[in-house]
């Protein structure tokens, strides 16, 4: 996009505003794409608890066909990575990852999903990550839709087997933080689960005046619950950076994760958030952030090479995943039914977005 005398943009070479900002990130090298197979399905325990990692995870491989065969999968397109590459990536097996991501991460983790822009796949990216651990630990993922504005991952991901949410579980918070009972039984009756048990959803709620009820002391309390009975919280953010709510999630993360789709109005506002964070002190954590870059439409996009450079130098790793037919529709999530390709890209990123959860760290 070419500046105008206004100070707006008008169409012209797409890239030439990303290439002013290239040179802000820190200089890496090994930045290009990688080969990969394809992953099959997989499938998680059910139930709330945290994850069994001794044990083998449950990862079907591909069916076999009517005469005894196992059916033939396209080979799924290369995954785009840039910045810093996990050691995991150089078997570019399902196994290899696989058990990068089944490896003690010491203690619960949180990983917060952020940009403030709206429509830039974060609830996705925060379902998806979820199923994705969940699938290879056999559980203890929880996915919490912390928007303030009526977030939709209730809807996208887990049965809707009661209509609890945030709202339920804040109004018995010290009855349960007190109580009698098994914590994981108790937390049972807030939770929704996913068709196959990957993972656990606290839904939002769809008054907004939950918002108001979710200051630091309250948010830093359900955080510490839930991570008494899961390994990994997943959190979907709001949009407000200045909410009580926002902060209070960013500063108890362990691991952030931009995401953002090749657009420019998206991209620059996930590069002003990074700013922004630097600023207050969290530079720590946007230099370990993972950038996922989704692509919205079956066609390549002339932004998306040059977002996966800037956010390859601006956090440690970016990586493009994508799109997906199945993601279309907008509605319940199903990751059995996610093309190999998608499956693949996203167990790279989740083993992007674990690789610094050690024992002791």
Avoid at 116 to 127: D, E
Wanted: with cysteine; charged share 25%; aromatic share 4%.
């Amino acid at each position: 996009m070419d500046q105008t005398g206004t100070g707006g943009y008008r169409s012209g070479d797409s890239g030439s505003r990303w290439r002013n900002l290239l040179g802000r990130g820190r200089p890496r090298d090994g930045e290009g794409g990688v080969d990969a197979p394809p992953v099959p399905p997989t499938r998680g325990q059910a139930g709330v608890g945290r994850a069994r990692v001794g044990t083998s995870p449950v990862v079907p491989r591909p069916s076999p066909s009517p005469d005894g065969r196992s059916r033939r999968r396209a080979q799924p397109a290369p995954v785009q990575v840039a910045g810093h590459r996990p050691e995991a990536f150089a078997t570019g097996s399902v196994d290899g990852l696989v058990a990068a991501l089944r490896r003690d991460f010491g203690r619960s983790r949180v990983v917060a999903f952020v940009n403030p822009k709206g429509g830039v796949h974060k609830t996705t990216a925060t379902v998806l990550t979820a199923a994705t651990l969940g699938s290879a630990r056999g559980g203890g993922v929880l996915a919490w839709d912390d928007n303030e504005l009526r977030g939709t991952l209730g809807l996208r991901a887990g049965t809707a087997r009661h209509a609890r949410t945030i709202r339920h579980l804040v109004d018995d918070l010290s009855r349960i933080e007190t109580g009698p009972g098994i914590l994981a039984e108790v937390l049972d009756d807030y939770l929704r689960h996913t068709k196959d048990g990957a993972f656990d959803v606290l839904a939002g709620d769809e008054d907004p005046r939950i918002a108001r009820r979710l200051d630091p002391a309250t948010v830093r309390r359900v955080l510490t619950l839930l991570a008494g009975t899961h390994d990994v919280i997943c959190v979907d953010t709001g949009n407000n950076v200045e909410s009580p709510n926002w902060q209070t999630v960013l500063r108890a993360a362990d691991q952030l994760v931009v995401t953002t789709v090749p657009r420019e109005d998206a991209a620059f506002t996930a590069d002003w958030m990074l700013d922004l964070l630097e600023e207050q002190g969290m530079e720590e954590l946007v230099a370990g952030a993972t950038t996922v870059i989704s692509c919205p439409t079956p066609n390549p996009l002339p932004l998306t090479s040059d977002l996966l450079q800037h956010f390859g130098t601006r956090t440690r790793t970016a990586i493009v995943v994508p799109y997906d037919v199945a993601l279309e529709p907008g509605s319940t999530i199903e990751y059995s039914q996610l093309a190999p390709a998608t499956r693949m890209a996203w167990l790279y990123a989740g083993v992007a977005i674990s690789e610094r959860f050690e024992p002791g760290g």
